[in-house]
């Protein structure tokens, strides 16, 4: 497929973006204080925030940054209709190409972090303290005489940890 560039929304006539998520600035005249200077198009260099590519566009002296997927769903798909957010289909953050990219809801968002294996529940949770097999086990001893308070003794959490995941407060997702 062929790169097709388009001028990025807001940003006519000084950047533009293409299908493949690549961003450049266009050949213009700029003022250095007295001076006018001709720039000479280029590719911008772009930095990851959070997983997301993002780059610095600049207009009269003022910088801002924007996210290149933010750009390429504008540019290629068209407005953002409110409340909705750029979804990457294939869950990789920093895929910016056109076909990658499609408007959808919060909640459509997060439920496509399963399928791509970035949720972050269960074991994956930062500050997890058990494993799925542990929550399995424990689930097992809840069906006997043993206290809860024994139980969270030999798994190293707290009675209220066992009490929350026999409930079903926690750990749902480990059947």
């Given at each position: 497929?062929?790169?097709?560039?388009r001028?990025?929304?807001?940003?006519?006539?000084?950047?533009?973006?293409?299908?493949?998520?690549?961003?450049?600035?266009?050949?213009?005249?700029?003022?250095?204080?007295?001076?006018?200077?001709?720039?000479?198009?280029?590719?911008?260099?772009?930095?990851?925030?959070?997983?997301?590519?993002?780059?610095?566009?600049?207009?009269?002296?003022?910088?801002?940054?924007?996210?290149?997927?933010?750009?390429?769903?504008a540019?290629?798909?068209?407005?953002?209709?409110?409340?909705?957010?750029?979804?990457?289909?294939?869950g990789?953050?920093?895929?910016?190409?056109?076909e990658?990219?499609?408007?959808?809801?919060?909640?459509e968002?997060?439920?496509?972090?399963?399928?791509?294996?970035?949720?972050?529940r269960?074991?994956?949770?930062?500050?997890?303290k058990?494993?799925?097999?542990?929550v399995?086990?424990?689930?097992?001893?809840?069906?006997?005489?043993?206290?809860?308070?024994?139980?969270?003794?030999m798994?190293g959490?707290?009675?209220?940890?066992?009490?929350?995941?026999?409930?079903?407060?926690?750990?749902?997702?480990?059947?």
């Amino acid at each position: 497929m062929d790169e097709e560039w388009r001028n990025a929304v807001g940003w006519e006539g000084l950047y533009q973006v293409s299908c493949r998520g690549r961003v450049k600035s266009l050949g213009r005249i700029v003022q250095r204080g007295e001076v006018q200077q001709p720039r000479r198009e280029r590719i911008l260099k772009t930095f990851l925030n959070r997983g997301y590519e993002t780059t610095g566009f600049n207009r009269d002296g003022i910088k801002k940054t924007k996210t290149v997927h933010t750009l390429v769903c504008a540019a290629f798909i068209g407005p953002r209709p409110d409340g909705m957010e750029v979804r990457h289909l294939n869950g990789v953050r920093n895929d910016n190409r056109a076909e990658n990219l499609v408007y959808g809801t919060q909640s459509e968002n997060q439920a496509d972090r399963i399928p791509h294996g970035t949720d972050n529940r269960g074991e994956n949770c930062p500050s997890a303290k058990l494993t799925v097999d542990q929550v399995r086990e424990i689930r097992r001893l809840l069906e006997t005489d043993i206290l809860q308070t024994e139980i969270g003794a030999m798994f190293g959490v707290s009675k209220t940890a066992i009490s929350d995941i026999k409930s079903g407060d926690t750990w749902r997702n480990a059947k």
